[in-house]
């Protein structure tokens, strides 16, 4: 309970921690341990926020009152360690306010912990934060004793009460009842209300600020939750000014929360960010990518990022498609309906139709522009700039998937720009990006790694690679040679057997 939700008032976890510490001793050690295994968890250290810190804080101080007070035993060790760990990470956090936090409480729990053990004594900025958790250490213990006799007592009247209420209310209907036969309302009908829709669900926002608004109004949830269920048919209502409020309404998705429990909540929220960006790419695309490498961003929400880019690169490009079909229809009907006035077109098209043709022309492929050449870029370059410098908390080691996702997403975007004139330049970067991921300790990452090159295989134009790249394709090429030799992880040699023999394919065709 103290770990799934987030009490703003210090006064409630003091209930909580003292209740289990007094009635429930065993509880109140596994929770201890529960929340020491979060307080010291690496990631969760990067990611929490500073009001999150001070509320573990809190309650691990707290609980360091009740804790002498308790056979620990059996724990001790694990306690110790955990606050060692804890300690240690803490040192290398490079935020000053997080830092002391961490280091006083985990001075006070090895004090608390191990009585007859060195203590430690760090350093500490006396910061606002400091001074309420002292205040909160400082707080006398209370020993509270109940005489459990007076619940039965309690119980014993509430039964009593509720008994007196159902005579009374039986006495009421009957009464109630006595009084309608006299009445004369049976001679009105009763009318059909199957058909009536509650007030709130009737109607729906129409303007794109109305709907961002009602997301964010906590006091009115049924207007909310319709907000977010209409979110993505708004914005493709009002495509032509959706640029004006893009990027405050991709914030506002970005970062809501589910306070409601609404069914498919991920997907609708989703989907309203994938039309933000297809309505309008370039602002909405530099915002997200310069939201990935965020400091205090969760996984979660990066992986959200990554998902919104690489589906709506994909409906840019498919939009593109579409609208050059429509063209193709509009014009074939206009020509149809000039054929139909002259009867020898008519007459020369019907016998076009019947006559078998030995040999043709062949034809030349159909060129159709693909819009999303023209915003590749902001897409792309922008999640690969910022992967390796120091203010980001995107650790190669620990966040492997990550990692995978953002690789899979930067082939996606290649693909979606697949043998246009910024491809050329897109699949160089991409191979110099990929170097350093070729032989990593996962499997994801390598698997993602092997994807990356088998895109830069299709999407690039051939010649450009065979000239332009080619000591980088040689040095690819011996790469999935010793991964079809050498990895042990059954797909990625499968994977880059296919790689190698689309690579032979394009190399043959090239060459002929």
């Known amino acids: 309970m103290l770990l799934v939700s987030c009490f703003e008032e210090s006064t409630v976890v003091k209930n909580i921690v003292e209740y289990l510490a007094i009635y429930s001793k065993q509880h109140f050690l596994e929770a201890i341990r529960n929340v020491l295994n979060a307080w010291c968890n690496s990631l969760s250290i990067k990611y929490r926020t500073k009001a999150q810190h001070v509320y573990l804080s809190s309650i691990l101080l707290i609980a360091s009152k009740y804790l002498p007070n308790c056979e620990f035993e059996r724990y001790r060790q694990e306690y110790i360690n955990a606050t060692m760990h804890g300690i240690q990470l803490f040192l290398k956090c490079s935020l000053p306010d997080i830092r002391s936090i961490g280091l006083f409480v985990g001075q006070t729990l090895i004090t608390c912990i191990q009585t007859d053990g060195p203590k430690l004594d760090f350093e500490v900025e006396d910061t606002e934060e ?65 058909g009536d829709v509650p007030l709130a669900k009737s109607r729906k926002p129409v303007y794109l600020r109305d709907c961002m608004q009602g997301l964010m109004d906590d006091e009115k949830p049924d207007w909310a939750i319709i907000c977010l269920q209409s979110a993505a048919d708004v914005i493709k209502a009002n495509t032509d000014i959706v640029g004006e409020v893009a990027v405050e309404f991709t914030t506002t998705l970005l970062y809501l929360n589910d306070n409601y429990s609404i069914d498919n909540f991920d997907e609708l929220r989703l989907s309203a960010m994938v039309a933000l960006c297809v309505a309008s790419p370039r602002s909405v695309s ?86 999303f050449a023209s915003v590749a870029g902001y897409f792309f370059y922008p999640l690969m700039k910022n992967y390796n410098e120091i203010n980001i908390t995107f650790n190669l080691e620990e966040d492997h998937y990550l990692l995978g996702k953002l690789l899979y997403t930067l082939g996606i ?22 170097w350093a991921f070729r032989y990593h300790e996962q499997v994801f990452v390598r698997q993602s790694a092997i994807f990356c090159f088998s895109v830069v295989i299709t999407a690039v134009p051939s010649f450009y690679l065979l000239n332009e790249l080619k000591n980088e394709i040689l040095e690819s090429q011996q790469w999935l040679l010793d991964v079809v030799e050498n990895d042990s992880n059954s797909d990625c040699v499968k994977r880059s057997f296919q790689t190698l023999n689309l690579l032979r394919s394009l190399v043959k065709s090239e060459v002929s």
């Open 413 to 434: 975007v290649l693909h979606c720009a697949s043998q246009t004139w910024p491809s050329r330049q897109m699949g160089k970067s991409l191979l110099q990006f990929l």
């Open 286 to 371: 530099e915002y997200l990518t310069s939201q990935f490498y965020d400091r205090n961003l969760s996984i979660s929400r990066r992986v959200d990022i990554l998902e919104v880019l690489g589906v709506s690169c994909q409906q840019i490009k498919d939009a593109s498609k579409n609208e050059e079909k429509m063209k193709c229809l509009a014009l074939s009907s206009s020509e149809t309906s000039i054929a139909e006035e002259d009867w020898k077109v008519v007459i020369n098209a019907r016998l076009k139709q019947k006559t078998r043709i030995i040999a043709s022309k062949s034809r030349e492929p159909e060129a159709s522009i693909n819009k």
């Open 130 to 194: 400091i001074q309420n958790l002292k205040l909160l250490l400082n707080e006398p213990v209370i020993d509270h004793e109940v005489d459990m006799n007076v619940f039965d007592v309690l119980q014993e009247t509430i039964n009593d009460t509720e008994n007196r209420d159902e005579l009374q209310d039986s006495a009421n209907i009957a009464g109630k009842s006595n009084d309608d036969d006299d009445s004369d309302d049976d001679i009105f009908v009763a009318g059909d209300l199957s």
